[in-house]
C-alpha cells in the first residue's frame, strides 16, 4: 500500500522535474533561482515520502514545484489522486495551492474550482462545494459537471425546489432529458405537504409531477391517496387505475387501496369486475389475493378456495398458499385447525424473508419500494421483484 502511494507520486513528479527543466535544461532567467532548488528539494521529497512522511512529503513538493501552466496538470492529477485515497484534505490543499496562483488561465482555474468542489463535497463541506459548483455553473466553465454535482448536494440536503431548478438548467445547457427525475421530486414535494396536511399543494406538486412526465406512477399513487384522503373515492379510483397503463408491474401498489375505495362508495360490483378484468390482463399475485376476498364475501368461503386453487394450479406462489391455508382455517376446527395456524406461521415467515423490491441497476433487494435505489441512489430503478409468484 505505502510503496503503491509512493511509486504513484514518484511517477506523477519525474515528469514534474523533467518539464521543469531541470533535465532539459530549458530555463528562463526569472525560474533560473527557484529551479536551481529543485534536485536537492525533490530527493528531500522523495526521502520523507519513503519515510512515510507523506505529508512533509507534499509540503516539499508544494513549496518547490511552482503552478504554471507547465505544471498545473501534475498538481491537478496529484490532488485528485488523494481524493480518490480518502485524503480528502492533502486534496484540498494541493487544489487550494494551485487557485491561489495568479498565473493560471480561466480554465485551469476552473478545473482547479470543479476539483476543490469535489473535495469539499467529499468531506461532507455541502455549503462550500454547492458555492464552488454555482461559480463554475455561472461562468459556464464545465457547467454540465457542475450542476450535476449541484443536483447531488440538493437532493442530499432534500432540497426539492433548488434541485428542480437545477435538472432544469442541465436540460437548457444541453444534458439528458430529466422529466422523469423532475417527477420524482415534485413527488417528494407532494409527499411532504401531503404529511403536513397541506392537500391543496400536495395535489398541485402532485400534477406537476405528471406533467413532467405523464408515465410517473408514483405521482398516480400519491394523487390517489390524496383524493381518497378527502372522501373523494372516485377519482382516486381514476388516479389509482391510471398506474395499470403507465407501468403494470406495480398494479400490485394499489391493489389493496383501489378496493378500499371501491368499498367506501359501496361499490362491491365495480370492484369485483374491475378485479376480474385487471387479472385477466396481467395476472398479478396481488391482484388475485384482493380477488379472493371479493369472492369470499360474494360467494363463500367454498368459492374462494376454489378461485385460489384453480389460480395455484396455474401460477404456484407461497402467498397464495398462505391464503389458502387461512381459508381452510376459517372452516376448520380442533387439532386440524392447530395445524393449520403451525403451517400458516411457517409459511408466513417464509413470505417474510422473500425479497419484494429489486433494483434493476445495482441489484439491492428489500421489503419495501423506494423511488429512489437507497444503494446506487438511481431514481425508478426499483420494482416488484416478483419473487411472489414462485414457491
Ligand atoms: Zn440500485
Known sequence: MFFDHASVLISLLLPLAAGSGWVAGRYDHKRQRARKDLPSAYFKGLNFLLNEQADKAIEIFIK??????ETVETHLALGSLFRRRGEVERAIRVHQNIIARPALDRDQRARALLELGQDYLKAGLLDRAENLFLELAEIRIHNGEALRLLMHIYQQERDWEKAISVCRRLGRAGGPGLSDIIAQYYCELAEEAYKANDQELAFEQARRALQSDKS?????????????????????????????????VYLGEVAQLLAQSFRALGDEDGLYRFFQEALARHRDI??????????????????????????????????????????HMAQATGDVREDLAILKGIIEKIVEGRRRYLCHHCGFSGQSLHWQCPSCHRWNTVMPSGEDDVV
Open 286 to 327: 396481488s391482484v388475485m389475493l384482493v380477488l379472493a376476498d371479493v369472492v369470499e364475501r360474494r360467494e363463500g368461503v367454498v368459492a374462494a378456495e376454489a378461485f385460489v386453487v384453480s389460480w395455484l394450479r396455474r401460477q404456484p406462489s407461497v402467498r397464495g398458499l398462505n391464503r389458502l391455508i387461512g381459508l
Open 216 to 248: 410517473c406512477v408514483r405521482a398516480s399513487i400519491v394523487l390517489g391517496q390524496i383524493e381518497a384522503k378527502s372522501g373523494r373515492h372516485k377519482e382516486a379510483i381514476k388516479a389509482w387505475r391510471r398506474v395499470e397503463g403507465q407501468n403494470p
Open 64 to 69: 518547490v514545484l511552482e503552478v504554471n501552466s
